[in-house]
């Protein structure tokens, strides 16, 4: 079903945006270890990168800044509202999916001794990967976090919510009214890399996605 946007037809102006943005590099990002609800703080890198971000974010004006609770997302976010001069709203519904027995094994670890669960998740499956969360119920806690943002936004107002590859994935599919099977179908972020959704006449629309400075790789709880 189809998420309605806040906008009205023939309505002048370019309406409300919403930026999703990952967070900095963390050590268990390079050692592709899965984070999930773990809080790991950035690495020097990801404290770089959040800066040049935030360098490129505060042009685009954004009028709000909501922001996961766990560290690397909340210390990405403070760069932004340290140019802006914005507070940042924290919530923990905007937390990484929680994978259970999942958290803190490498990506080899996975496949070694969770290969079926992994490739089920894989083909677009619901799983509760390690035990923990499903997809749906990640969207379900955190799209309605964005949508209340993007309601008090003014009419082309823009809101950044800074948060982690997985939830941004899952709130994408939701908020585009995408079948959750079809959800894998969004690329992953890159760190501190981000997309764009624009409302428009028949709901929200992807504008931008994987946004950044340079191509970089993917590293995340999500591949």
């Known amino acids: 079903m189809a998420v309605s946007s ?6 002048p102006g370019r309406g409300r ?3 999703l943005w990952r967070h900095g590099q ?6 592709r270890r899965f984070q999930g609800t773990t809080d790991v703080e950035l690495t020097e890198t ?3 990168q959040a800066r040049r971000a935030a360098r490129l974010l505060v042009a685009l004006k954004p009028d709000t800044i909501v922001a996961s609770d766990l560290k ?4 990405t976010a403070a760069e932004l509202a340290t140019l802006t001069g914005l507070d940042v709203t924290h919530a923990e519904a905007l937390r990484e999916t929680y994978a259970g027995v999942w958290q803190g094994l490498t990506h080899e670890e996975i496949i070694s001794r969770y290969g ?3 490739a089920a998740w894989k083909r677009g499956e619901p799983v509760r990967r390690g035990g923990g969360e499903l ?3 990640v969207a379900d806690r955190a799209a309605p976090v964005v949508l209340r943002n993007a309601e008090k936004l003014p009419e082309d107002g823009t809101l950044v919510v800074v948060s982690h590859g997985g939830t941004i994935r899952t709130t994408i599919g939701r908020l585009l009214g995408l079948d959750p099977r079809d959800w894998e179908s969004l690329g992953g972020l890159s760190n501190c890399c981000w997309s764009v959704l624009g409302e428009g006449a028949r709901g929200w629309r992807l504008l931008e996605h994987n946004a950044g ?3 970089e790789p993917v590293l995340g709880d999500d591949d």
């Open 6 to 11: 806040f906008s009205e037809a023939g309505r």
């Open 17 to 19: 945006r919403v930026i």
């Open 26 to 31: 963390t050590a268990w990002n390079v050692e």
């Open 46 to 48: 990801g404290v770089a």
């Open 72 to 75: 690397r997302a909340a210390n």
């Open 116 to 118: 079926d669960e992994y």
């Open 135 to 137: 997809e749906t119920e």
């Open 213 to 215: 400075t340079l191509p």
